[in-house]
């Protein structure tokens, strides 16, 4: 037995209810952070952050499944679900702290949206995951037939919203948010037909991550 096949035999063992659980447990330990004073002289602000960075790694997590069975024969498509709807759970954390505790005001939070690029693009974003949240269930699938997997496409772009909002963000010159977008280009690039390299024999199913486990 390979090391691919010892992973994957371990991997089948972890229930996807404890991936939820340990994946989601973020977001209360950065609340608690926040309020304890662990996130700086402005707290809402490294709230808003923390969670935002969360979020964009989880969806390049999630990118990162198809190929890693592609091309490594690691199988974590059983996760895929899970780690899709996390991405949208903090996603969704992230835009509530800004709505919320950040601005506040209802006029302002429009013409935030409107006047600020970044605001504009990471709306953009939200507004792109909110259909594959939306249809990430078995009746779904079901319902929606061949159309679901085109739908579940529009994880691609608003990868690269994510990652542009990210680096919009960034004051002044800092390699992560460029780390963050290579990543989703090399992922991405990574989905082109390609000749299998390792061999493996797996399918290429549905990739958005927000969608199946």
Request: aromatic letters at 10%.
């Amino acid at each position: 037995m390979t090391l691919t096949d010892q992973a994957n035999a371990l991997l089948r063992r972890v229930p996807v209810w404890l991936v939820y659980i340990v994946c989601m447990a973020g977001a209360p330990w950065l609340f608690w952070l926040g309020v304890s004073g662990g996130l700086g002289p402005e707290p809402v602000k490294g709230l808003e952050r923390e969670l935002g960075e969360l979020a964009l790694k989880f969806l390049v997590a999630g990118l990162a499944v198809t190929p890693l069975r592609r091309f490594l024969g690691l199988n974590l498509m059983r996760f895929r679900r899970a780690i899709g709807l996390v991405t949208f759970f903090y996603v969704c954390c992230h835009l509530l702290v800004w709505l919320v505790l950040d601005v506040q005001l209802l006029a302002q939070i429009w013409a935030d949206i409107v006047k600020r690029p970044y605001i504009t693009v990471g709306m953009a974003a939200f507004v792109l995951l909110v259909p594959l949240a939306v249809t990430s269930n078995n009746r779904s699938v079901r319902r929606l037939g061949p159309a679901w997997r085109r739908l579940h496409r529009l994880v691609y772009p608003a990868a690269i919203l994510g990652g542009v909002h990210y680096l919009m963000l960034a004051k002044g010159f800092r390699i992560e948010p460029l780390v963050y977008l290579a990543l989703i280009a090399g992922l991405l690039l990574l989905r082109l037909p390609f000749p299998r390299l390792l061999g493996s024999s797996s399918r290429v199913g549905g990739d958005s991550g927000v969608g199946r486990g």
